[in-house]
């Protein structure tokens, strides 16, 4: 596609359930990221995917908390019993990783309220 | 550690004034992005940096590598610029996947 794309846009879901957010980065960008962003709140840092190095996990904020990435391409975070502190805007950032070529692309972001 | 200091936090503006935000940092950079976020979330990239100046429309972001420091310069602002800017500073084998954020100033352009 054009851009990253992310789904879904909008997620309501019960305490203690898990979701799933999907990420689809720029067709051939190397690099992937995920944020979370609270109501009012700068972005924090979840995790980082960079081609098949194994990727920087260390923003992940419990065990609940968990991704993965099919080679280079779709990234999907997963929430397991959800609480009500993870809602939050997810947003997913793809770039074109190397020297000076590391423009980034946001998507849309997933919106979840855990009730 | 690499930190990213923004500043101001927040600013009001008056329509067609100049406006400047600040951003520092500690280690240095392979590169700095200047972003942008509206009200509704989306974020958009804005510049990438590595040295001198860039220039796109009514914007304008500067880098000094030896002071550590962008700034990034709206000209003849405007309502629609209100929106949230982050600096964030691309680091090739720095930490949380080499980009370090600021926190974001919060501007307002008031007509």
């Known amino acids: 596609g054009a851009g990253v794309s992310q789904s879904p846009s909008n997620k309501v879901t019960e305490k203690g359930k898990d979701v799933e957010l999907r990420c689809d980065p720029i067709?051939?960008?190397?690099?992937l990221y995920w944020y979370r962003q609270r109501l009012g709140q700068g972005l924090e840092f979840l995790i980082y995917?960079?081609?098949?190095?194994?990727?920087?996990k260390s923003g992940l904020p419990s065990d609940r908390f968990s991704a993965e990435r099919t080679g280079e391409s779709v990234s999907t975070l997963t929430i397991q019993r959800t609480q009500q502190e993870d809602s939050a805007v997810y947003l997913c950032?793809?770039?074109?990783?190397?020297?000076?070529?590391?423009?980034?692309?946001f998507g849309e972001g997933s919106r979840l309220t855990v009730l | 550690k690499n930190e990213v200091e923004q500043s101001p936090q927040n600013l009001t503006a008056q329509e067609g004034e100049f406006i400047t935000i600040n951003c520092s940092y500690s280690?240095?950079?392979?590169?700095l992005h200047w972003l942008q976020q509206h009200p509704g979330g989306g974020i958009v990239s804005l510049f990438m940096?590595?040295?001198g100046k860039k220039k796109h429309g009514r914007l304008i972001a500067t880098i000094n590598i030896q002071e550590k420091h962008s700034s990034l310069h709206i000209t003849a602002s405007h309502p629609r610029d209100s929106a949230v800017y982050i600096c964030?500073?691309?680091?090739?084998?720095?930490?949380?996947?080499?980009?370090?954020f600021g926190k974001g100033t919060k501007l307002s352009v008031k007509p």
């Open positions: 950032a793809s770039s074109l990783a190397g020297f000076n070529t590391g423009e980034l692309f």
């Open positions: 067709s051939g960008h190397t690099a």
């Open positions: 995917f960079q081609g098949n190095s194994a990727p920087d």
């Open positions: 280690v240095g950079i392979s590169a």
């Open positions: 940096l590595s040295s």
């Open positions: 964030a500073d691309l680091n090739y084998g720095g930490s949380q996947g080499n980009l370090i």
